[in-house]
Each structure stands twice: as structure tokens, then as C-alpha cells.
């Protein structure tokens, strides 16, 4: 009986790629995660919204604060 619970713990081949993947993918988000945080630590790039202006935004609808920053709504 507990050799039959110790076969169903072991992970699948399958399941052992899968988790490959997602560890690559996990790793690969962790360092875009970094280097952005690192161009707006360092001042490398300005940010869209300048910071001193950030409470002005917080009040707007969405229909405001679109047309304030010249975003396009929708997806692309």
C-alpha cells in the first residue's frame, strides 16, 4: 500500500518539462523584472508620467486620464 502512494508522488515526464518551462519563464520575468527597476532606479529612461504629477492623475476617471496622457484606449 505505501509503495502504491510513493509511485503516485512521482512526477510524470511530462510533468517534469512542464516544470522546466515554467522555471525558465519564472527566471526570465525575475530578470526583466530587475533590469526595469534598474533603468527607473538609475534615471536611465523618464517615466511616462512625470512623478510630480501623479496625484493629479489619481483623481480622473479613466476617459480623463487617457486623454491627459495622450494614451490610446484599447489594446494596441
Known sequence: ???KAND???????????AGILEKGMYL???????TY???VFGIMDPYIPLDK???????N??????HAEIKN???
Open 38 to 40: 534598474a533603468l527607473y
Open 74 to 76: 484599447g489594446w494596441a
Open 62 to 67: 479613466v476617459h480623463d486620464y487617457l486623454e
Open 54 to 60: 501623479i496625484s493629479d492623475y489619481w483623481s480622473m
Open 29 to 35: 520575468g525575475l530578470l526583466i523584472l530587475f533590469i
Open 8 to 18: 503516485l508522488l512521482k512526477a510524470t515526464p511530462e510533468q517534469l518539462i512542464y
Open 1 to 3: 500500500m505505501e509503495e
